[in-house]
Every structure is written in structure tokens, then in C-alpha cells.
């Protein structure tokens, strides 16, 4: 069950942002060749792709636990709005794509990760659809290819993509 504020619930759907429906799921899922994590779904069908931080009580903050330099890191960050499922199948095309030998740039991300939100910036929150699916992990996006130079580090975010969504936190500062 999600909890979201009836506020914010109203500003989503003043902004009339498209929702997912059963034949858009099933076509994302036949393209990706995956089943999406029953919460994500029940959340882009319910509230659609929303953008965060529209309404000042909204939360959209999230904490996520990073590894740097043999260290533990916490770090925050603030979702700014959902993919939509288009974008979640092109861009993960885009990012894992290996296709061109010679583009030193892919894949981008790590397999078995979904790109499912970004930030206010170029980071990307990721479903996990593979080893632990359905956990929700922030990617700071790079230019390298996974596993050279800077683009080695993902950060834990949530055990699920409800308990991402009810552990955001209002930006205060």
C-alpha cells in the first residue's frame, strides 16, 4: 500500500500525467523480456509516471548506501519524476546496448538493472530484475562503460519499489 499524501495525490492528478495500462505493461514486459515487480506496476497504473516535487509537501528525497574507495557511504538525492514506459525500454536498449563493438560507452549500466526514474540531474533509480528483483538501487549515470573508470558504484536504495516510494522524504533546507 502506498502513502501518499491526498495533497500530492492531488497534484499528480492535476497534472494529468499519463498512467500505465495492462496493454502497456505487457508490451514493455514482451520488449524487455522481463516481468516487471508488481509494485512498480500497481503504482505507474494507480498514479501513472509522475513528476516529484510539484506540491510542497511532497517528498522526494531518498537516501541511498554507496561503497567509494573500500568506504561506506549514505547519500541523498531527490527523485524528480518516473520514466515512462517508453523510455524505460529505450533507454535500457540505449544503455545496454553492444551492438557497435567500437563504442567504448556500453553497456552503461550493470545487467541486470532496469532504469525506472531519474533525478534532478543525470542519475538514474533502477529496478533490480535479477538477482534480487524488485530492489531499488540509485546508479550515478557516466559516460564510461560499466566497470571502467568512474562508472563502478551503485547504491542501495530500498528492498522495494513501495518502500521506496514510502520512504521519500520531504526536501527541507
Known sequence: MFDIPPGVQATWAAANRPKANAADIALAESQLGIQLPADYKAFVTQYGFVVFGQDPEERNLFSYVIEKAGQTETRQRGVRYLLDLKQVVSGYRYMISEEDPEDESRPMIPPGYLPVASDAGHGRLM???AAHPGQVWFWPESEWRWGM?????????AASFEAFINGLRPYSL
Open 127 to 129: 529496478l533490480d530484475i
Open 149 to 157: 573508470e568512474d562508472n563502478r558504484a551503485l547504491g542501495f536504495v
